[in-house]
């Protein structure tokens, strides 16, 4: 079982690969990465940051994947830096992607209502292209209002229609971060199409990281054979438990979720779902 994950090196800050690779091994899957831009901080909240966009080095590493003869059973997108990486991470699908496997796209473009420093309509054009490749989706409430060309912010009954307008694009959307009355939701569809949804009491505030976290577990546990019922809760379950514990121990949100002292609890609840 190997998994690639398709995401930005943000050196300080963690999210994308910093947080894709630890979270990906800790649940027993191998995690082979493809960084596509390198950062000295996330974009969110920092300003000066460098970005190093990494497209021009993309070719000669696929080159010399397909001379070992490498397929992934999952392969995963998150952050990228431009419309010639999305149209790189499609080519990737067609050559890399083991018969049977799964391709997930985080279509990491934005947040609180806002697209993220760069990002342009057409690449939310571009990224419904990407996403129609994809067995699953996992947007934010900002990112599913983009795609869906519907207006920020999502309730629990618009998300159900975000919903809806997701399935044209991919069969299997999952939609993260609705809040109502105090209460967090995570909207779904399952295999058959009926909507679903987990919830969580909401911590106020806005915790930066908190979907890489989300898509690194979700993908960790349907590597290691959860349905994707038991993915989505043992995520949302983890990530919950890691924006508690940020909300008291870091002052400065900017630098991301104290994830790491709740591994052990989320991989307890990961190994009892898996061996009963
Ligand atoms: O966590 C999403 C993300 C990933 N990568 C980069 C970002 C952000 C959000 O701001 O800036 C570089």
Redesign the pocket.
Known sequence: MRVLAIN?I?CVGK??LTVALPIISACGVECSVLPT?I?ST???GFTGYTFHDLTDEIPAILKHWETLGLKFDYICS??LGSISQIELVLEIKKRFLADGGKFIVDP?MGDSGKL?AGFTPDYVEKMRGLCREADYILPNDTEACYLADMSYPLNRQTAVSALEKLKTLCNQPILTGITENNRIFVYYADKDGNVCHYEHENVSGFY??A??VFASAFIGCLARGTSEKQAIELSSDFVTASIRRTAIEVADRRYGLAFEAEIFGFLQALHSEING
């Open positions: 930005d943000s999210c994308s831009t950062l996330h974009t969110g998150g952050y990491v993220y930066h990281g979907g890489d």
